[in-house]
């Protein structure tokens, strides 16, 4: 179940490739991402999400560079890619169908609900993230060549949270990309997560001035993600902030997470789930 706030919904089905949509899940300046399955028998009959860009784009690029990644990598962390191509209009990837959320949907809900995660349940979303992350950087350091130029860093619409309390990276080429662009994006989701706020501008100021409640500890560990070496260490990161989790003894099981994705997707004004 992928929800959605406010998403626009599909006048009709459309095949794309070997895939039939069922509901646009959401629509941006970058492609769309529809809930599909296969379109006849000799398709694939599970469901699938189907990320999709105009062909000849930078962003279809992109996206076919995710598939190229996706493929080689193979980690509970990184969204499992089943099937890629292209038609006369548009390029595409089918991944597997993800029960869940993604994080801007998450910090979309926790305004509304006004319930912002635990600290453990913080980051224990972020130490995940960044195992996977991980992965895809040895991929890329292991020589992993792509054919469009790094232009974005992992966003939240990017990232999901399953029902069971997994975290699914679906933009696998920004991250594999963009090493240290990468980390300071989990700095960035991090500092979202325990402020309860979205970051703006350039200049961020200390989680604790915004959340005065944020630990000192865990206000070190947003600023180093923030601002890493010119070597950043995703694996390193993922480290210290299971130490602080064990030092802060804050409770940051999966099933947290996983109880803390459903309290959110539960109905809300406006909201849609499949």
């Known amino acids: 179940m992928l929800t959605i706030l406010n998403r626009p919904r599909i006048p009709r089905s459309i095949q794309i490739g070997r895939y039939l949509t069922l509901r646009t899940l959401r629509t941006h300046e970058r492609g769309t991402l529809y809930l599909a399955r296969g379109a006849d028998a000799l398709s694939i009959p599970r469901l699938v999400l189907l990320r999709t860009a105009r062909f000849g784009s930078a962003a279809a690029a992109e996206l076919l560079d995710d598939a190229h990644i996706g493929k080689m990598v193979h980690h ?10 292209c038609d006369a209009e548009q ?11 993604d994080l801007d949907v998450v910090f979309d809900a926790a305004r509304v609900r006004g319930r912002q995660p635990p600290f453990g349940v913080a980051c224990r979303i972020i130490a995940d993230l960044l195992a996977g992350l991980s992965r895809l950087h040895s991929a ?4 992993t060549r792509l054919t469009a130029a790094p232009r974005r860093t992992p966003s939240p619409a990017g990232v999901l949270l399953t029902l069971e309390g997994k975290v699914k990276l679906l933009e696998t080429a920004a991250a594999a990309q963009n090493p240290y662009r990468s980390i300071t994006s989990v700095g960035l989701l991090l500092w979202e997560l325990a402020t309860g706020r979205r970051a703006e501008g350039e200049e961020i100021a200390d989680a604790s001035c915004v959340n005065p409640i944020v630990p000192a500890t865990l206000d070190r560990v947003i600023r180093r993600a923030l601002t890493p070496t010119r070597a950043p260490d995703a694996t390193a990161l993922q480290s210290e902030i299971e130490a602080l989790i ?6 940051a099981g999966r099933d947290l997470v996983s109880r803390y994705v459903r309290t959110l997707t539960l109905p809300l004004p406006k909201s849609i789930h499949i």
């Open 76 to 85: 509970v962390n990184v969204a499992r890619v089943i099937d890629s191509g």
């Open 91 to 101: 390029a595409f990837v089918a991944v597997e169908h993800i029960d869940g959320v």
């Open 140 to 143: 890329a350091a292991a020589g």
């Open 246 to 251: 064990a030092a802060e003894r804050w409770s």
